[in-house]
């Protein structure tokens, strides 16, 4: 018993968790909870970890190396040989590599070229790259482009939220709509079901004749359906909505029914979203989120392409150490003791690095062409939802003109009812315009509101 009992409050609280503790909840609210604890936006953050670390694994081809590479043999109570060899080597910007070491080697059957003084030799020196590799190589390569990453997955990063805020904003105004649609049929419902009551007690009368109580009963039926209908609608829109709401550690929440949304004006949108047409303005299409992950694109493709140019060169590579064998005392250095090696390498056709090198310029002209395509789309996009929004305004003055219009009318019908010089026939259908009339109001007010958001989508603008 006492067991049941602690599974119900741990389940009761857990379902408090899951719940929203508010009766209105406003865009600002909600879109600030997308932005915080949305998964799709937790991934978008991820990129900004995962540029940390490309560059960080970049920065590993430039960190000191320490080898130690020991080898002995011991056969027939014969100390064959004895090879320790130590180094520690400084990659720089360059190609250029500063290295320092350490021999030991003993044993009878040592080979000559690997034998040194009895406490050892010391080297230092430098390995340089004159040919291939000098001014650019992979390591310098792979930490600029990580470097550029970085800069890519950030707008990438603003592109992905800004998606999410966008879905969820057009959820946001299904749902309002859907609920401004249930106030709408349930006021027609209480007014049809006042008229049913006033016309069954003047039919009782002998005021009206009684198949005016059937045709009003019909009336408040047919409003009863469509609030059901619209009922329905609200509850798959609230169920919509949820999909977009959680809260931390990627706990999904539930939209209770009592729960409402805000009234929305359009001024509560452009202070939400920065949607003003004024903002056009001043907007620089260049800073646009998309256009600089392309340019930071066509940044990392060139780098790559100078990289594959600099493999047609021959690779010759100097490599020179000095040599002492005590280096606490100065005085014993000597220039003239050293070891000096030259490398040099040249494929005669060339043929593997020649088609690197056409496959990267390749790839940079496609990028380019993808730079100007997506410039001019954005350009437009932007012009048709600014002539969208225009439009919308319009068309929404229209709308509300002709709802004002249908009310005067339905109201004139009902006053001549009152006196006898119309019937329930010609109220219901100035009724049912009214409504229809009203319905169009509220669709032409979502198109505006879904315009706006889709200003703030297209300008890809940060929440």
Known sequence: MRLLFICFLIYGFTQAQNQLDVSVLTLDEYLGLVKQNHPVAKQAELKITEAQAKLLKARGAFDPKIAIDWDTKEFKDSDYYNILNSSFKIPTWFGIELAAGFERNSGVFLNPERSVPENGLYKAGISVPLGQGLFINDRMAGLRQAQITQDLNEAERQLQVNAIIYEASLAYFEWYVAYKEVQLFQNALEQAEVRLSGIKRRALTGDLPGIDTLEAGIIQQSRALSLEKSNLKLIKQRLELSNFLWIGNNIPLELEENIDPQEITTDDIDNTLSTNLIVLEDYDLQNHPKLRALNFKLDKLNIERRLKAEMLKPQLDLKYNFLNENVSNIDDFNVGEYTFG?????????????????????????????????????????????????????????????????????????????????????INSREVKFIESQIKYLESYKNLLDSKAKLFNVLALNF
């Open 342 to 426: 030259l490398q040099f390498k040249l494929p005669l056709f060339l043929r593997k690095e020649r088609g690197d090198l056409r496959m990267a310029k390749v790839k940079v002209q496609d990028a380019e062409y993808d730079l100007e395509l997506t410039n001019t789309t954005l350009a437009n996009k932007i012009n048709a939802t600014e002539n969208e929004i225009l439009s919308y305004n319009r068309q929404l003055d229209a709308s509300l003109s002709i709802v004002n219009d249908y009310e005067v009318l339905l109201r004139g019908e009902e006053r001549k009812f009152s006196f006898g010089e119309s019937s329930i026939f010609l």
